[in-house]
């Protein structure tokens, strides 16, 4: 069984500056892909980043990066100038298996921004 | 127009009534998945297709059924409706990648309340 861990419920960050959201997993497939989910008031589920396990360098979308750290099994997303339109619950999934078992997600962390 | 599509948005029932959810696609993608979302908690699988002759049952099948009626149509039924069926629920559809796992694009959910 894969499982993801959020262990940071609720993080808060001023407009503007650089916030980073942690995200641990375990998973016995060497072939398995990670992703950030960013999901606001409208309930939407959007996807923000994704991350192939088999590719040494960090995804980068824009304001968003990650750090993957494979031999750590970590995944963290990192906000650069945060804006009001970031807060959102995000979520960090994990597919593997070639997607057999759907997506694995952890708990959610609540993203507050402080104007 | 949206890609995924899913309805009713709301619906409001009773314990033992039948319900079924819809949800379309015009992504022209060959997976579809069901998912449940509960407050606290990240989105948990129930059902999946790859293709429409291909059903599985998730990680919390138990209490729904599923039908894939084209490759564009994917219905969630709930035979008989019971209180903590009260929950979010999301279709996504992928299409796999030429690597080993595909990237999954949600619908906008319909909010589940069994009374």
């Known amino acids: 069984a894969q499982t993801v861990t959020q262990s940071q419920p609720e993080m808060s960050v001023q407009e503007a500056e650089t916030v980073t959201l942690s995200c641990t997993y375990d998973?016995?497939?060497?072939?398995?892909?990670l992703f950030w989910y960013k999901q606001p008031p409208s309930r939407q589920m959007i996807l923000v980043i994704r991350?192939?396990?088999?590719?040494?360098q960090n995804a980068t979308e824009n304001r968003f990066s990650v750090n993957f750290q494979k031999a750590a099994k970590s995944f963290s997303l990192k906000i650069s100038d945060s804006q009001l339109g970031d807060a959102a619950m995000y979520f960090c999934?994990?597919?593997?298996?070639?997607?057999?078992?759907?997506?694995?997600f952890g708990k959610g962390t609540h993203l507050i921004i402080q104007p | 127009d949206a890609d995924v599509t899913q309805t009713p948005r709301n619906r409001i029932t009773k314990t033992g009534k039948r319900i079924m959810l819809e949800c379309s696609q015009t992504?022209?993608?060959?997976?579809m998945y069901w998912y449940r979302q509960d407050p606290g908690l990240g989105l948990r699988l129930i059902y999946y297709?790859?293709?429409?002759?291909?059903?599985n049952k998730g990680e919390i099948s138990d209490g729904y059924s599923v039908s894939r009626q084209a490759q564009a149509k994917f219905s969630l039924s709930l035979e008989s409706a019971i209180p903590n069926q009260t929950a979010l629920y999301f279709c996504?559809?992928?299409?796999?990648?030429?690597?080993?796992?595909?990237?999954?694009?949600f619908g906008p959910g319909t909010r589940l309340t069994v009374l």
């Open positions: 297709s790859f293709d429409v002759k291909d059903i």
């Open positions: 992504k022209g993608h060959d997976r």
């Open positions: 996504a559809t992928s299409e796999r990648d030429r690597g080993l796992t595909d990237t999954q694009y």
């Open positions: 991350q192939e396990a088999y590719k040494q």
């Open positions: 999934a994990l597919c593997s298996g070639g997607g057999a078992d759907g997506l694995t």
């Open positions: 998973t016995s497939e060497s072939d398995y892909y």
